[in-house]
């Protein structure tokens, strides 16, 4: 229990650390020199407030110094890295997932939930979540640490990438705008080389689902003449998480 309970503090505060790297990484702000600040007044953040999920509470969703509302994101990454990487910590420690495995998946979760802060927030992806961790996937795929070969990795690498490139070719030329972000193509192909071509299916198809669901339910509630922007990097990451977790059960 003792271990059980150390890891869930160390995911709180991975998740906490994974907020400051999803927003950071698509604002050009410094990873190493800035302690962490206010997005609105900039003013640093005394280390009591930075307690993940009860700092936010405590401070009733705003700002000490300016008062303006803190995102509920913030809660929700490190609620969800508590989830995720405890989950996978029960897993190792029951001999079902080897340390080398459940270190690839923790990466790749890590990039996920990255991507979900900053595509969530600014319609932003960062290449440094994507594709740079891509070679990571092939080389751990080549040592054995993923369920799938090299040969399906790079293969599912390029599925991802090429499939989102042709929807979004595409949609401009009936539409004449753009539909999709190219850092959405980045993030498939990335899940793909984890997760294989089935990876990337079931990707597209449970975050299709997702978008579909929530684009209809904000039309209800919020209706309006324009078309909401809805950030599908957030989808096609909660399809990739749900399909591993199925996968590794």
């Not at 979900?116 to 996937?137: K, V």
């Not at 980045?186 to 997702?210: K, N």
């Not at 209800?220 to 909401?228: A, M, N």
């Not at 990097?233 to 996968?247: D, E, N, P, R, V």
Request: overall charge neutral.
């Amino acid at each position: 229990m003792i271990p059980t309970i150390f890891v869930a503090l160390c995911a709180l505060c991975w998740g906490s650390f994974l907020n400051m790297l999803g927003y950071r990484l698509v604002q050009d702000a410094s990873l190493l020199t800035a302690r962490s600040f206010c997005p609105s007044c900039k003013k640093t953040i005394a280390w009591y407030d930075l307690v993940p999920v009860l700092s936010w509470l405590i401070l009733k969703r705003r700002c000490r110094w300016c008062f303006q509302p803190i995102s509920f994101l913030y809660p929700f990454i490190e609620l969800c890295s508590l989830f995720l990487f405890t989950y996978l910590y029960t897993l190792y420690s029951s001999g079902l997932l080897s340390l080398e495995t459940s270190c690839t998946y923790i990466l790749f979760l890590s990039a996920l939930l990255v991507t979900i802060r900053s595509d969530t927030e600014y319609l932003l992806i960062s290449s440094f979540a994507t594709l740079y961790l891509i070679p990571c996937a092939f080389l751990a795929s080549a040592a054995g640490y993923l369920p799938i070969t090299l040969t399906e990795s790079v293969l599912a690498a390029f599925l991802g990438y090429a499939f989102l490139w042709f929807i979004a070719k595409a949609f401009y030329l009936v539409r004449k705008k753009e539909g999709i972000g190219e850092g959405d193509f980045g993030l498939l192909a990335m899940i793909g080389s984890f997760t294989g071509i089935h990876g990337v299916l079931q990707a597209v198809t449970l975050g299709s689902c997702l978008g579909t669901i929530l684009g209809i339910c904000y039309l209800i509630i919020w209706p309006s003449e324009e078309e909401p922007r809805l950030p599908f990097g957030l989808f096609l990451s909660l399809g990739a998480c749900i399909y591993l977790l199925c996968q590794i059960i």
